[in-house]
C-alpha cells in the first residue's frame, strides 16, 4: 500500500522556545509539546518554589511532571527534517533574487538581462551564453530593481545622465523632453561626482574627530565631577558625627541630596555622552556608506544612489553642542549651615535643615489627567535641541513622539519593519551582523531614543499564544546569555508589564498579578520616580503605577514570543 502523504505546516512541529524543529520532543499533562532541555532549562528556574506551569497555556503542576520522549512526534520531526534536506538545494531564499523563468519554487537567479528586463537561475541563463543573438545582451549581477536601469517612457536602457536636470535618461530621451540639455555619459559624470564624494568622505571625517574631541571633554568634566561631589560628601560625613542623634538623622537627609544631585548631573552628562557616541556610529556608518559607493561599479546605481548619499542632512550640517557639566557642585553652604547647627538648639536646627533642603529640592509635576495631557509630555524625537531630554521641559508642540526601536540590539529571531517602530517574532533568525548590545538568548529589543526624567508613549500588542512583555530598562542591561540579568523584569535593572489573557506586573523577578482584563494598546508614563502602565480606549485606565528611583535615563524594551506583535503607535 502506498504510503499516505499530508500536508502540514512545519511551524506546529517548532519549539517555543528555541523555535526549531523540536529535538527529543515530550508533551506535558496540558497537551503542549517542546524539547525536553529546553522545558527542562525554563522548569529548572522555577525549582525553588516547587510549582511548575506550562510556559504557553499557563496551567500549573505539582509535584514536578516526569518527562518521557512522545516517540511517534519524534518520527514525525524525523521525516520532516529529511524532506527539508532534500528539497531546498538551490532554491530562493529570504533576500535573494529569483528567477523568473522558474516555475513552481523559485530557483535563486545568478544574473540579471538588462535588455530582457529580466533574472535568470544558472538552467535558464544558457541560452544567453550559446543563442548568437542573445550574447549580444548586458548581463549583470542579479538584480531585483531591474526597472530602474530602464527608462519607463522609451523601454531604453539608461545610459546618460542629464547635468541640466540632474537626472539619468536613455538615448531617446535626449531627443525628446532633455533636447538641448547639457548631457554626458554615465561614466563621464561619475568621474566628476566621484571628486565630491571625496571631499563630503572628508568632511564626515572631520565630524568624526569632533565629536570624538567632545566626548573627551565630557569625560574628564565627569571625573572632576564626581571628585567634588566626594569631597562634598566627607566634609558632610565628617561634620555630622559630632551632632547628637536628631542631627545625625538629618544629616541621613543631606547626604541623599548630594548623592541626587550628584546622581542627576552625572545622568545629564552619561546621556549626553550616549548621544555624542551615536553621532560618531551614525557618521562612521555614513563614511562606510559614502565609501562603498565610490566602489561602485555600476554607474547608473552610483549616480542614482548619489544624490541621495551626498545631500544627507546628517552629512553637510553637523549638530552643533554646547553643554557645560556643572564640575564644581557647590556645597560650603551645606557646610556652613552643618557648622551652625552644631551649636543650636533642635528646634532651630530643624529650621535650618529645612532650608538646606530646599537648596536641593526636585520639582515634581503633577501627572496628567486625560489622553491629550499625556500626549504633552515630553518624548524623545520632540525637543527642538539635543539638550531637551534633560528637563522636564514640555514638547514644541502637540505632536506625538516618534520612538523608534535599536536594530543593534534586537534578537536575531525578531524582525523589525514599518521604519524600526514595529517588531514582530518570526521562527527564522534574521541576517542581522554580530553587535554587542545584541540580545543573544531573550528574544528582546530596545528603543533607539532614552526617556529622563519624564515621558509617555503608547504601544499596540498582539499574541497568539504567548505572552507580551513591555518594559522600561537601564540601556546598560546585560545582553549576553540566558541569565535573569538580561532578562525584562526579572532584576533591578528593568520593570516590565507582561501581557497575555490577563496581566502581570515584574520587578528583581518579583511577580505581582493585576486584576482587569488587559487592553491592546498600552500607555507608558515616566515621570522622575514614578513609572505607570494604563490601558488606553477611549479613556485612560491605570493598571499599575510604581515608586521608585530611577539613577539612569530608560528606554523602551519589549520581549516576543513566537506568533507575537508589538507596534509603537502614532497620535491617532
Not at 489622553?371 to 518624548?379: A, G, T
Not at 553587535?435 to 519624564?454: D, G, H
Not at 507582561?498 to 494598546?521: D, F, M, Q, T, V
Amino acid at each position: 500500500m502506498a504510503e499516505a502523504s499530508i500536508s502540514v505546516d512545519q511551524d506546529q512541529f517548532s519549539c517555543a522556545f528555541c523555535l526549531d524543529l523540536l529535538k527529543d520532543p515530550v508533551t506535558i499533562n496540558c497537551g503542549h509539546s517542546f524539547c525536553m532541555e529546553c522545558i527542562n532549562e525554563y522548569w529548572d528556574q522555577d525549582e525553588q518554589t516547587g510549582v511548575y506551569s506550562c510556559p504557553q497555556c499557563r496551567e500549573t503542576f505539582t509535584p514536578r511532571p516526569v518527562l518521557r520522549r512522545n516517540n511517534m512526534l519524534a518520527e514525525v520531526v524525523e521525516k520532516l527534517k529529511m524532506a527539508e534536506l532534500t528539497g531546498l538545494t538551490g532554491y530562493a531564499g529570504p533576500g535573494d533574487v529569483e528567477c523568473d523563468f522558474c516555475t513552481g519554487t523559485k530557483r535563486k537567479a545568478s544574473e540579471s538581462c538588462l535588455v530582457c528586463q529580466t533574472s535568470f537561475c544558472e538552467t535558464h541563463l544558457k541560452p544567453h551564453y550559446e543563442v548568437p543573438a542573445l550574447k549580444k545582451h548586458k548581463l549583470i549581477k542579479a538584480f531585483t530593481q531591474l526597472q530602474d536601469k530602464i527608462c519607463p517612457q522609451h523601454d531604453k536602457l539608461i545610459e546618460i545622465y542629464c547635468r541640466t536636470d540632474q537626472s539619468c535618461i536613455c538615448y531617446l530621451c535626449t531627443m525628446d523632453e532633455h533636447k538641448g540639455h547639457d548631457t554626458v555619459s554615465a561614466a563621464a559624470e561619475r568621474t566628476q561626482k566621484q571628486t565630491q564624494l571625496k571631499e563630503v568622505q572628508i568632511k564626515s571625517q572631520q565630524r568624526i574627530q569632533e565629536k570624538e574631541e567632545k566626548v573627551q571633554e565630557l569625560r574628564q568634566a565627569v571625573n572632576t565631577l564626581k571628585h567634588s561631589a566626594q569631597v562634598a560628601v566627607e566634609d558632610s560625613e565628617r561634620i555630622s558625627t559630632e551632632l547628637i542623634q536628631f542631627i545625625e538623622n538629618k544629616c541621613s537627609e543631606l547626604r541623599e541630596l548630594i548623592r541626587n544631585q550628584e546622581k542627576a548631573e552625572l545622568s545629564r552628562a552619561e546621556e549626553l555622552l550616549e548621544k555624542l557616541d551615536q553621532e560618531i556610529t551614525d557618521l562612521k556608518r555614513r563614511d562606510t556608506e559614502l565609501e562603498q559607493l565610490s566602489h561602485t561599479e555600476d554607474h547608473i546605481q552610483f549616480l542614482q544612489s548619489f544624490l541621495s548619499v551626498f545631500n544627507c542632512p546628517g552629512i553637510v550640517d553637523a549638530l552643533c553642542i554646547n553643554f557645560n557639566v556643572n564640575k564644581q557642585l557647590s556645597f560650603d553652604g551645606l557646610k556652613k549651615s552643618l557648622s551652625s547647627l552644631k551649636e543650636q538648639l533642635e528646634e532651630f536646627c530643624t529650621k535650618e535643615f529645612n532650608k538646606v533642603s530646599l537648596q536641593a529640592e526636585v520639582i515634581t509635576l503633577s501627572e496628567p489627567k486625560t489622553r491629550e495631557d499625556f500626549l504633552q509630555c515630553l518624548c524623545p524625537g520632540t525637543a527642538p535641541d539635543p539638550l531637551a531630554i534633560y528637563g522636564p521641559f514640555p514638547c514644541a508642540s502637540s505632536d506625538f513622539c516618534r520612538m523608534s526601536l535599536d536594530p543593534n540590539t534586537a534578537h536575531d529571531f525578531l524582525c523589525l519593519s514599518e521604519e524600526n517602530r514595529a517588531v514582530t517574532c518570526v521562527k527564522r533568525a534574521q541576517p542581522y551582523p554580530d553587535q554587542p548590545e545584541r540580545f543573544s538568548y531573550w528574544r528582546q529589543v530596545l528603543s533607539r531614543e532614552s526617556v529622563y526624567p519624564r515621558g509617555y508613549w503608547e504601544v499596540d500588542w498582539s499574541s497568539r499564544d504567548w505572552t507580551v512583555s513591555i518594559s522600561v530598562s537601564y540601556r546598560g542591561i546585560s545582553r549576553k546569555g540566558r541569565s535573569h540579568e538580561c532578562w525584562f523584569g526579572h532584576n533591578d535593572q528593568s520593570w516590565s508589564l507582561e501581557c497575555s489573557s490577563a496581566l502581570s506586573y515584574w520587578h528583581n523577578n518579583i511577580k505581582s498579578e493585576i486584576p482587569g482584563p488587559p487592553s491592546s494598546r498600552i500607555g507608558v508614563y515616566v515621570d522622575h520616580g514614578a513609572l505607570s502602565f494604563y490601558g488606553v480606549s477611549n479613556t485612560m485606565t491605570l493598571l499599575h503605577r510604581v515608586q521608585t528611583t530611577f539613577t539612569q535615563p530608560l528606554c523602551a524594551g519589549f520581549e516576543l514570543y513566537l506568533g507575537s506583535f508589538v507596534k509603537l503607535c502614532d497620535s491617532k
